[in-house]
């Protein structure tokens, strides 16, 4: 049974910094990609960044570019998301994700080319 879970959130002043954790099982090889996706009270749910473990290739959304950064440590089967300069806009519960079809890492940012999610975890930027 593949299971992710999240954790790392909380509440944070704008400026400030946060690293969310995704610890994931059941699943082994290493053609897959991680995800983490944010929803906002009202909105859609949006791709934030995401990480191939076939060639450890990182995207990021142009919202977060240059203050978000997307990393694995593939011993503790574990991907993170440091996430610094939070601004209020950045409040959400986010998602990590995984994508294990061949075609997964093909539209990284879609929804539908991720098979399981975690729970999510709430982060709340304070203005």
């Known amino acids: 049974e593949v299971q992710l879970v999240e954790s790392g959130g909380g509440l944070v002043q704008a400026g400030g910094s946060l690293r969310l954790s995704c610890a994931a099982s059941?699943?082994?090889?290493?053609?897959?990609?991680m995800g983490w996706f944010r929803q906002a009270p009202g909105k859609e749910r949006e791709g934030v960044s995401c990480?191939?473990?076939?060639?450890?290739?990182?995207s990021y959304a142009d919202s977060v570019k240059g203050r978000f950064t997307i990393s694995s440590d593939i011993s503790k089967n574990t991907v993170y998301l440091q996430m610094n300069e939070l601004k209020p806009e950045d409040t959400a519960v986010y998602f990590c994700?995984?994508?294990?079809?061949?075609?997964?890492?093909?539209?990284?940012?879609?929804?539908?080319?991720?098979?399981?999610w975690g729970q999510g975890t709430q982060v709340t930027v304070s203005s």
């Open positions: 994700a995984v994508g294990l079809r061949s075609d997964s890492n093909a539209y990284p940012f879609s929804r539908a080319s991720y098979d399981y």
């Open positions: 059941g699943f082994t090889g290493d053609d897959y990609v």
């Open positions: 990480i191939s473990a076939t060639d450890g290739s990182t």
